[in-house]
């Protein structure tokens, strides 16, 4: 795990010699690389790296030249069949000077080129020159797990980097790309390709790229598959059994390190589910992972000690004294651009607290995307149902959840909350039945926040077909959500929190192989009923407590509602109603939300989160 750069300018349009630029594009990315750093230069190009060692601790020094010094590789990421891949190119006569699987990788590219990417299970974002065709070929793994952010500027000039912030001292175009910035605003995060910046973009998950001087081109090398409505015949113990034996495979090959690993531990399904498989083939105690919060009803700690009790592993429980008026300076370095998910805070410690044991922690993100546990899933089933009531009558319920008080505790302790979660969705779809994803502001909301006349473009994911069945609707939010909220979000959010802390974090659900069987299961095998995750509930069934295979989903939150009614109160008026700050956003209904919220009316905490979060990144990236 590290952090990658590149520049390649041969018209000299950088004023200053390119180790001088590397060297500082190094330094932004140290934090992921805090082992090792290094630079190679060529006549018009420089590759940077800072190393994170967890394999070959002595050997493997990048960036890496092969044996007749043709092709240079920087790499980030883990390839966890390197062992097999090695096997099979020495059969084809390829010696290795190393033991990684850097060395490897770079061998696949020689010997394949592209193609490569078929034979690769693991996380990844590299790039390799080729010295003697002056071609650039970078690629990035099919779920999107590890970054890759690149401009062009004029005369040739072409950058790419693990961070955004590394690109900073280039002559790019910095300028604001308004759609991203409707996009932050409407869904918490930006989708890429784009980025909140004109000139920069994000390499797309399962996408590689060719660079020469008369350009560039992008290619997909890898697709979800379609769901295989034949398998419904497939009997449930046959598919639970083949899945356990996917998920025990994912987790045997994430084992493979030269430093100590542990895992997160929520207690919820899916961390759970990995410490069991974790369990049944580790042949050293497993240390796990989890911190507790004040207020109850977001604190899963009690949760995660019980599963940890029942596996019997070496748990660890950080009880964290929450500073987020502190934190969101930390995080908008790290995170490089608008980033509205505050699940972030808590990830943040939870890493910074993993590091303190281990170098290398696995993780359950992915399974809800895979196997419909996001409770909108059903909801958007369920609303099906409830749009035959007449409209007169679900128009009244609107109003009448409108006036009572939602309070700030988390959503699933509050039938309020929760009812006006549905009617809000009830509504949206309403006015755009391709509406498939959750939104902080509506499309309505967004000319006045932004001052804008109205009409313009809402920063949505564009016009959608629907199917006609509800099932339908349902599988295509997962299949949005495996495409741009998983990479996206909750990915990203997982990459920028670790490596701040030097910390490497693996998903066994993001194996390929297992992606593609659960996006080839039928809905019947995920969604029974209100049961999430059924198949994963049936195939673990005999392996954890009863409560954990039970529990309803519960998102990693945290009270931010309750912030704003304290310590990030002050630092809101500071940051976006001061009449001293550049405005992005409307101050007049950014103060009419806070005082809402403060009134106790309506639970603005996490739309106040994003104007905050969106105009500290202003001030600290102006700085830059």
Known sequence: MCGICGVIDFDGRQGKELSAVIRDMIGRLKHRGPDADGYWLDRGIALGHARLSIIDLAGSVQPMLDGLERYVITFNG??????????????????????????VLLAAYIAHGPECLQRLNGMFAFAVWDRKEQVLFAARDRMGVKPFYYGQGEGGLFAFASELQALKGLPLDFSINTLSLRQYLRHGFIWSPETIFQGVKELRPAHYLLWNRQGFALHQYWTLPATRPDWLK?????????????????????????????????????????????SA???????????????????????????????????????????????????????????????????????????????????????????????????????AYYQRIPLLLRDKVWTLLEKLPEGTGYYDSSIIKKLRLFAALEQRVRKDPA??????????????????????????????????????????????????????????????ASMAHGLEVRSPFMDYRLVEFACRLPLAFKLQGSTSKYILRKAFAGSLPPR????????????????????????????????????????????????EHQSGKTDHGHRLWLLLFLHVWQQWWREQ
């Open 435 to 496: 509406d498939i994803y959750p939104a902080y502001f509506t499309a309505d909301d967004l000319p006045g926040i932004l001052n804008e006349k109205t009409g313009q473009q809402p920063g949505g994911i564009g016009q959608l077909t629907l199917p006609n069945d509800a099932e339908g609707v349902v599988e295509m939010m997962m299949h949005s959500d495996l495409l741009h909220y998983l990479p996206d979000d909750i990915l990203a959010k997982v990459d920028r």
């Open 234 to 278: 497939k009997p449930e113990q046959e598919v639970a059994a083949e899945l356990r034996d996917l998920i025990g495979s994912s987790v045997n090959l994430r084992l493979r390190s030269d430093v100590p690993v542990g895992a997160f531990l929520s207690g919820g399904l899916d961390s759970s589910i990995v410490v069991s498989a974790m």
């Open 281 to 383: 083939r580790s042949k050293t105690d497993i240390h796990t992972f989890s911190i507790g919060f004040a207020q109850g009803t977001f604190d899963e700690s009690p949760f995660a000690r019980e599963v940890a009790e029942y596996l019997r592993t070496e748990h660890h429980e950080g009880h964290e004294d929450l500073r987020p008026e502190e934190l969101i300076f930390d995080l908008v370095k790290h995170y490089g651009q608008p980033y509205g998910d505050s699940s972030a805070i808590p990830t943040w410690y939870l890493c910074r607290e993993t590091r303190k044991h281990v170098v290398v922690a696995l993780s359950g993100d992915g399974a809800d995307e895979l196997f419909c546990g996001y409770r909108r899933y059903y909801a958007r089933r369920l609303l």
């Open 78 to 103: 883990e390839i966890y069949n390197y062992v097999e891949l090695r096997r099979d190119l020495e059969d084809q006569g390829v010696t290795f000077k190393t033991n990684g699987d850097t060395e």
């Open 548 to 595: 954990s295979l039970s529990r309803a989903k519960h998102g990693f939150a945290v009270p931010v509602g309750d912030w704003f009614q304290g310590t990030l109160r002050e630092l809101f008026r500071d940051q976006v109603l001061s009449g001293n700050t550049d405005q992005f956003v409307n101050r007049n209904l950014a103060e009419r939300l806070l005082a």
